[in-house]
């Protein structure tokens, strides 16, 4: 069984539309994050989310926003999307904020 | 901030060559660490951790020690094998415990 899943793998989109990712994770953990992966391989934290806690890391644009449905899911929103979007976006959850984390396999976005 | 910085890369090594990849960081208190392993296309695995000073992480023939006086974690291996081309980040957990705090990446390419 997959222990966190993404939703699309691929994602191709034009400038100035909106689109969703969609991350699911069965561990049963209290926390999720997304990070964006960009083209050189760098790996930045955008949020992290428990049930109780939104921590939003303040060099992300408001055009992003999380959403948690329940306690397994952390979906990603983006409006208005930017050719800077361009990245591979990982979800990831843990069973509190300082044990290890466990990663999805990815989004690529592609912004054209 | 809390930060890390793990040697450039690309490593290139020849199957069965002992591998280094030095990682120091910078952070408030002892924070737990980890070396995480990005093979090509897929997404980010643990590799192993370390929670405390002089704690040792290993598996799959990997090794690092959390060095407290030197602020190191650098990540070791006896003999590399083709299998272990991969991208490889060191990260903390930063204090609050809302995020990990990757390196930049070492690529490694190990040739037959």
């Given at each position: 069984?997959?222990?966190?899943s993404q939703?699309?793998?691929?994602l191709?989109?034009q400038?100035g539309n909106?689109?969703?990712?969609k991350c699911?994770?069965?561990?049963?953990?209290d926390t999720m994050y997304?990070?964006?992966?960009?083209?050189k391989?760098?790996?930045?934290?955008?949020?992290?989310?428990?049930?109780k806690?939104?921590?939003?890391?303040e060099t992300?644009?408001?055009?992003?926003s999380?959403k948690?449905p329940?306690k397994?899911?952390l979906?990603l929103?983006?409006?208005s999307l930017?050719?800077g979007d361009s990245?591979?976006y990982f979800?990831?959850?843990?069973t509190?904020g300082?044990d290890?984390?466990?990663f999805g396999p990815?989004?690529?976005?592609t912004?054209? | 901030?809390?930060?890390?910085?793990?040697?450039?890369?690309?490593?290139?090594l020849?199957?069965?060559?002992f591998?280094?990849i030095n990682c120091?960081?910078?952070?408030?208190?002892?924070p737990?660490?980890?070396?995480?392993?990005?093979?090509?296309?897929?997404g980010?695995q643990l590799l192993l951790k370390?929670?405390?000073?002089?704690d040792?992480?290993?598996?799959?023939?990997?090794?690092?020690?959390?060095?407290?006086?030197t602020?190191?974690?650098?990540?070791?291996k006896?003999?590399v094998?083709v299998s272990?081309?991969?991208v490889y980040?060191?990260?903390l957990i930063?204090?609050a415990g809302?995020a990990l705090?990757?390196?930049k990446?070492?690529t490694l390419s190990?040739s037959?």
């Amino acid at each position: 069984d997959t222990a966190v899943s993404q939703t699309p793998k691929y994602l191709v989109t034009q400038m100035g539309n909106d689109k969703s990712i969609k991350c699911e994770q069965n561990l049963g953990h209290d926390t999720m994050y997304w990070y964006k992966q960009d083209s050189k391989k760098f790996l930045k934290i955008m949020f992290s989310y428990n049930n109780k806690e939104l921590i939003i890391n303040e060099t992300v644009p408001n055009r992003f926003s999380p959403k948690s449905p329940d306690k397994a899911h952390l979906n990603l929103h983006i409006n208005s999307l930017e050719l800077g979007d361009s990245a591979v976006y990982f979800c990831a959850s843990s069973t509190s904020g300082h044990d290890q984390q466990y990663f999805g396999p990815g989004t690529r976005l592609t912004v054209t | 901030g809390d930060s890390v910085t793990q040697m450039e890369g690309p490593v290139t090594l020849s199957e069965e060559a002992f591998l280094t990849i030095n990682c120091t960081y910078t952070a408030t208190g002892y924070p737990s660490l980890f070396w995480y392993v990005q093979y090509p296309g897929e997404g980010l695995q643990l590799l192993l951790k370390a929670t405390k000073a002089d704690d040792k992480g290993s598996n799959k023939g990997f090794e690092a020690t959390y060095r407290k006086e030197t602020t190191s974690f650098h990540l070791e291996k006896g003999s590399v094998q083709v299998s272990d081309s991969a991208v490889y980040f060191c990260a903390l957990i930063n204090q609050a415990g809302t995020a990990l705090i990757f390196g930049k990446g070492t690529t490694l390419s190990v040739s037959s």
